[in-house]
């Protein structure tokens, strides 16, 4: 089955996980307050074994062929593995990462501010300048265990563009709520997902709702 953004697969909510699908597999993704009034149901790619990365890789990896990217590009350190399944599976052999955190070679000339939900901080996503003819003039497909505020991939897609790349496609596990929508604008027409969650709200009686729309 073909799924794109916007498509829904929760299951269920407990007093401390939710249960959803990414792909063909179903995850229990922990509860996690980032805010006052919002919780998110955090996905962490690396804490759920070679296995699932390699066979949501494969089938996120599906969801962009057709796009005839020809390097893969995500952002350190969650994004490696993925970069990595996404790139084997697509049948190419090189894959390019971006970062968050400052490094003696990576400097100043190539990067772009970012504050991620997950950090609550201002950060620079960098790109390597050893890397920049990795990308420029090059079909690029860039993928992202989540999309939630859109912040973080924007952020990449105009330090690519910079660096002359073309973002043909952009690829993720889940996208959460609709918030990456309105921050994207035309991109987001980029975005295929596996599946899709969204944020949670505190309820009077002391639960919570779930929040398609994301206005936090």
């Not at 498509?7 to 993704?29: C, K």
């Not at 893969?72 to 969650?78: D, I, L, P, R």
């Amino acid at each position: 089955m073909r799924r794109g953004p916007g498509v829904r697969h929760h299951l269920a909510i407990t007093e401390r996980t939710y249960r959803t699908a990414v792909g063909s597999q179903t995850v229990d993704l922990p509860l996690v307050q980032v805010a006052p009034d919002v919780t998110i149901a955090l996905l962490i790619c690396v804490d759920h074994g070679v296995a699932f990365s390699e066979r949501a890789g494969g089938e996120l990896a599906d969801l962009l062929r057709d796009a005839r990217p020809e390097v893969v590009v995500s952002v350190a350190t969650m994004g490696i593995p993925l970069a990595i399944e996404v790139t084997r599976a697509l049948g190419l052999d090189d894959y390019v990462i971006l970062h968050k955190t400052p490094k003696i070679h990576l400097g100043d000339e190539w990067a772009e501010p970012v504050r991620s939900i997950t950090t609550g901080a201002d950060q620079m996503l960098r790109l390597d300048p050893a890397r920049v003819d990795a990308v420029k003039d090059r079909r690029v497909a860039v993928v992202d265990d989540v999309v939630s505020t859109g912040a973080s991939l924007q952020a990449s897609l105009n330090l690519l563009r910079r660096a002359g790349a073309e973002p043909v496609v952009v690829g993720a596990f889940l996208t959460e709520g609709e918030q990456w929508r309105r921050a994207l604008g035309a991109d987001a027409e980029l975005v295929r997902a596996l599946g899709a969650i969204p944020l949670f709200r505190d309820r009077p009686d002391g639960g919570l709702a779930e929040d398609w729309l994301g206005d936090a």
